[in-house]
């Protein structure tokens, strides 16, 4: 039989338009696609709650793609090597307690047992606001990343959800929304976002687990975005405390839900 263009049009049309209404409302919205994102949208789908990832970008992996200095390669700790073997992503002993996997490896590994174990991820989508009610995060703003990136003035769409997870990296960009426009503090030392510390890897791999927690009812930061709202240092290219801070996100909103 031949193929039919505008079969293939309405195919891609339908099945998107379904996924996207099937995801308006949902257990927990991730904002970003980086290392922490998507493990935690892998854990969670593993325990049958409903997670939608938004990716502003074409591509998923985040920082992950280009290890340190477009040489990619990562570096984790022991302390995350089960994350790996979770997701079959293979690894070498360097010296002491440094294990390197190539960041490719690592991504699409990361990206494809999350997505087969029932995480839906949008990219190309930009969260540019949260759905607030009085002191409470409910929600999420959401917009094509051609409409941010050609500064149109188009408005948004709204997705409902029970948690909200800030994975957006160094630029935390929900919480920079969140103490901007919501009212009520943040729950950090100073009530509003601390800021990343320069570089010191063993001790910014510690906090970033202990920064891995609610900051606002409603809204949780993983990954480098808990580290920055906490006021950790970062860590340079070594993501165990990123594999880790996802699952730890994970397994906290499992236990809530
Ligand atoms: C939709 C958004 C938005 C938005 C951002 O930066 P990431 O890789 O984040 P993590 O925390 O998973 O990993 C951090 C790691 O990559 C890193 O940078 C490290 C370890 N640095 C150490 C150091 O010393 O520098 O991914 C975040 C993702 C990106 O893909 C963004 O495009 C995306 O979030 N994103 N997506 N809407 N508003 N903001």
Redesign the pocket.
Known sequence: MELNEVIITKAIIEKYNAKLMDNLDTDVAI?????????AGYYLAKAGKKVVL????L??????WGGGMMFNEIVVQEAALPILDEFNIRYEKFEEDHYTSDSIEAITALTYKAVQAGLTIFNC????DVMMRTEEIIGLV?NW?PVEMAGLHIDPLTMRSTFVVD?????T??VKVVMKKVPGELMTPTGKIEG?KS?W?DK?ETLTLENTREVFPGLYV??????ATFGG???????G??LL??EKVAKELIDRL
Do not use: D, Y
């Open positions: 904002v970003g696609g980086g290392p922490a994102g998507i493990v938004f990716e502003r970008k591509s998923i992996g985040g920082g992950m989508v930009s969260v540019e959401i990343s994975a957006t990296g160094h630029a960009e929900v990343e570089m890897s910014a993983a990954g480098m975005s808990a580290n240092p970062r860590m340079g290219p070594i993501f405390g990123m801070s996802g």
